[in-house]
């Protein structure tokens, strides 16, 4: 088929690149979002797809909103017969979505119908989920809610971030779509409406929504440290001043201390919670580099019972 890729991050390389491998497929142009300040000099940079489709030699469209005329005549010129997508991080107006025959379809990192949203990996890591997955489903208007084509899941490990788990999906999700697009062209897949029940929300986790709750358990404080790496980054208030928590491990053999108490010895800094405490592994002091926690500890002169909040 004739297609135009969508997509935009580190993580859709996988599914640009097999497609691209591809003997059955052509990718006649990506779209991708307008290039963005990036780096410590706020240099104006290409997305990571735009840099591959460059390097590739493909044309590369980057509207501002994918509803601007201008670019949606460009794609009815273009005339791909699918248009598959992987975190392109736009709204797509109906008047897109008609253009192609076979649609767009995209690869979400859930098991639709759960965790429809923005931050899917995010969520499942948060709120505990024993396995994820992906999904190839046809854009609809409604968010994530399409007809869904092909599945696969994958096992969350006790020790996963949120990164990690999201370049094994990215992955192995790239097979999953250049399947489901074979399925497609042959006419041997079939997509099917997503079931009424187990429909969860991942809206985007924001800045303010990483922030470290000392009173909750040591396992959601976990959970959160791990579902926010590597961004936003969790984080708390160490004297008036942001401390980003990179990650952490837990310590229920530990003497109690009250949440957000810190204890610090020259190998370890342990912080309370609302059940057991915590050791800090990676921490980040604001305007300062990643260091480990005990790093930190020993350039600190903690006062009896100060705490992180």
Not at 184 to 205: C, F, H, N, Y
């Amino acid at each position: 088929m004739r297609l135009v890729f969508a997509g935009t991050p580190d993580t859709a390389l996988p599914s640009l690149r097999a497609l691209l491998d591809s003997p059955r497929h052509e990718v006649a142009a990506v779209v991708t979002r307008p290039d963005a300040q990036s780096g410590r000099g706020r240099k104006m940079h290409p997305s990571p797809v735009a840099q591959l489709a460059e390097e590739s030699g493909i044309e590369v469209l980057r509207p501002a909103k994918a509803a601007d005329p201008e670019f949606l005549a460009r794609l009815r010129a273009i005339g791909p017969d699918c248009c598959p997508v992987v975190a392109y991080g736009a709204l797509l107006p109906q008047a897109a979505l008609d253009i192609p025959p076979q649609g767009w379809i995209n690869l979400h990192f859930s098991v639709l119908p759960a965790w429809r949203g923005a931050a899917p990996v995010q969520h499942a890591v948060l709120h505990g989920d024993d396995v994820t997955g992906a999904s190839t489903f046809r854009i609809v208007k409604e968010l994530d809610a399409g007809p869904v084509f092909g599945v696969l899941t994958e096992r969350i490990r006790p020790d996963d971030t949120s990164g990690a788990l999201l370049a094994r999906l990215a992955d192995a999700g790239a097979g999953l779509l250049l399947a489901t697009l074979d399925g497609v062209e042959d006419g041997t897949l079939e997509a099917r409406p997503q079931p009424a029940d187990g429909v969860s929300l991942a809206p985007k986790i924001t800045v303010e929504d990483a922030r470290i709750a000392w009173t909750t358990p040591a396992m959601r404080v976990d959970r959160l440290v791990r579902a926010c790496a590597p961004a936003p980054g969790a984080w708390a208030e160490f004297r008036g001043q942001r401390i980003k928590i990179g990650s952490v491990l837990l310590a229920p053999d530990a003497g109690p201390l009250a949440p957000g108490q810190i204890a610090a010895t020259r190998k370890a800094v342990l912080v309370g919670t609302g059940t057991h405490p915590v050791e800090l592994g990676e921490v980040q002091p604001q305007g300062k580099r990643q260091m480990s926690a005990a790093e930190w500890g020993r350039g600190v002169r903690f006062a009896d019972g100060e705490t992180l909040v």
